[in-house]
């Protein structure tokens, strides 16, 4: 930033504003008992008078909450936060979210990396996608639908739901066989679908095209509901076992990084 840009900015900068969000910023790198006022004062350079104005205009307007806690007062991020980092997350929305971190997925990998969705009948639909570098491109069209049990994108996100969710969509999609390798029945499937949720990836192992593999990985929200999913597609060759699932928990932890992005907790 220019000196001529950060002056301007300081130009408009309201002090009283500024103290009121250095509160907040406080408040989230505090701990989970919260923090008093003068715990407060002295990490944001204010005195307790000041920082006790700041924290009731806040607590007004729901930005904190106060808690009695071993005989003193302390305060707590409030719920009106809440609110607006889920309309915030709603307003980016997880496709703009998502493409920096497909870019750097196709970069690490070299393969071709896709964002995808449920839609309302439980087919799995592609709506981003970054191409890998060199000649060999899959084919993998934006809009398309896959089918759910033969699909790494869907299958990750099937994982998520409940099972009589699982066998309803089912019913809708069918479950034709693509390969030889095709899960063609609910049970089989569900089995599949436990590992998928133990080892938080999902592989297409040859299931929809001979030849060809998926690897992906669910997108949760705070939640903890599947609302997307990421994926990377290879040709199967001589691919080791071993080298696959380095793969999905390569995918696992890219889709962490954008689950949290939603507000999920995730476990490390």
């Known amino acids: 930033m220019?000196?001529?840009?950060?002056?301007?900015?300081?130009?408009?900068a309201l002090r009283s504003v500024s103290r009121a969000l250095d509160v907040l910023e406080a408040l989230g790198t505090g701990t989970t008992d919260g923090s008093t006022v003068a715990e407060i004062a002295t990490a944001i350079g204010v005195s307790k008078s000041t920082a006790f104005a700041l924290l009731q205009t806040l607590l007004a307007r729901n930005f904190v909450i106060d808690v009695r806690l071993g005989g003193s007062r302390r305060y707590r991020l409030g719920f009106a936060l809440v609110h607006l980092g889920d309309r915030a997350a709603?307003?980016?929305?997880v496709s703009q979210l998502a493409m920096p971190v497909l870019r750097e997925l196709t970069e690490v990998t070299g393969l071709t990396s896709r964002l995808a969705v449920l839609d309302e009948n439980g087919y799995a639909v592609a709506i981003?996608?970054?191409?890998a570098p060199g000649i060999v491109r899959i084919a993998s069209s934006l809009g398309q639908r896959e089918l759910p049990h033969c699909s790494a994108l869907g299958k990750s996100l099937f994982a998520l739901l409940p099972p009589a969710r699982v066998v309803k969509?089912?019913?809708?999609?069918?479950?034709?066989?693509?390969?030889?390798?095709?899960?063609?029945t609910p049970g089989e499937l569900m089995n599949d679908l436990i590992l998928v949720a133990e080892r938080g990836y999902a592989f297409d192992d040859e299931e929809d095209n001979i030849g060809v593999v998926c690897v992906g990985a669910a997108i949760t929200d705070r939640d903890g509901a599947g609302v997307a999913?990421?994926?990377?597609?290879?040709?199967k060759g001589d691919l080791s076992d071993d080298y696959l699932h380095d793969l999905g928990r390569t995918l696992r932890k890219y889709a962490e990084r954008i689950s949290q992005m939603l507000g999920a907790q995730v476990q490390s």
Request: glycine fraction near 4%; proline fraction near 2%.
């Open 90 to 93: 709603a307003d980016v929305g």
């Open 128 to 131: 981003n996608r970054v191409e």
């Open 229 to 235: 999913a990421i994926s990377v597609t290879t040709l």
């Open 2 to 12: 220019t000196q001529t840009a950060q002056s301007t900015e300081d130009r408009y």
């Open 169 to 184: 969509l089912l019913a809708h999609t069918g479950m034709p066989r693509r390969t030889r390798f095709t899960r063609v």
